[in-house]
């Protein structure tokens, strides 16, 4: 199930600060890129994802950046807050595949 | 809706016992996923349903490990005899279609193999 390096393993970011997790793939077939999110003691939720017809996509404090040619992915949390203190799991998907192939995660931590 | 249900949400055994994990799907989903999480080795498929019929069973680690969806709203993940490598949280997902941005996820049941 390697197909899915991310990095980095844990962060550390002050209030305010931007926090980056890539992710980088190796299958080519791959066609749609989310992130997920996860709280202590609760599943993995879908936080935002991508599609690779457009190399950028915002929500609100949350960015995915896309670059097809690198087949990287990432994710930029502007403003980071201790709310974001969380797991992020990417999770790059092929429509004619199986089932979602997660990431080893990134753990954040947001100081206040 | 509740969401997916899984239970119980902490399990201690001992070694060489049997587990059975539960798992209730979102009404109407009809994909439902098995997960593992450790430290060591992050997120890990263990199987997938579709419509009940088992789909890739290719990430259950050995024999010792079985899953069932013996009906649309239930499913089990049995352990048996369990081992102290088995220590894990398990997390079950369930989806309407194979849409990769649709999988809701239960609180996972902890498990511990003394």
């Known amino acids: 199930q390697q197909q899915v390096k991310q990095s980095p393993q844990s962060l550390i970011v002050q209030k305010g600060g931007i926090s980056i997790i890539n992710c980088a793939y190796e299958?080519?077939?791959?066609?749609?890129f989310p992130w997920y999110q996860q709280f202590p003691g609760k599943g993995p939720a879908l936080l935002i994802a991508i599609r690779p017809d457009v190399s950028e996509k915002k929500e609100g404090r949350f960015t995915i950046s896309f670059n097809k040619s690198a087949k990287q992915f990432s994710l930029h949390i502007m403003d980071s807050q201790p709310g974001d203190s969380a797991t992020y799991f990417c999770a790059p998907w092929n429509q004619a595949g199986t089932a979602l192939i997660f990431g080893k995660g990134t753990t954040l931590s947001v100081s206040s | 809706d509740a969401g997916v249900i899984q239970s119980p949400r902490h399990e201690v055994t001992e070694m060489g016992q049997e587990v059975t994990l539960r798992c209730k799907p979102i009404?109407?989903?009809?994909?439902l996923f098995w997960y593992r999480q450790t430290m060591m080795r992050g997120l890990e498929l263990l199987i997938y349903?579709?419509?009940?019929?088992?789909?890739?069973d290719s990430g259950m680690p050995e024999d010792r490990f079985s899953a069932k969806m013996p009906n649309a709203s239930f499913s089990t993940l049995k352990i048996q005899p369990s081992e102290p490598r088995d220590s894990a949280v398990y997390f079950c997902?369930?989806?309407?279609?194979?849409?990769?941005?649709?999988?809701?996820f239960g609180s996972g049941t902890r498990l511990t193999v003394v």
């Open positions: 009404s109407g989903h009809d994909y």
């Open positions: 349903f579709n419509n009940n019929v088992p789909i890739d």
């Open positions: 299958n080519t077939a791959f066609d749609y």
């Open positions: 997902a369930s989806s309407l279609g194979a849409r990769a941005g649709g999988y809701t």
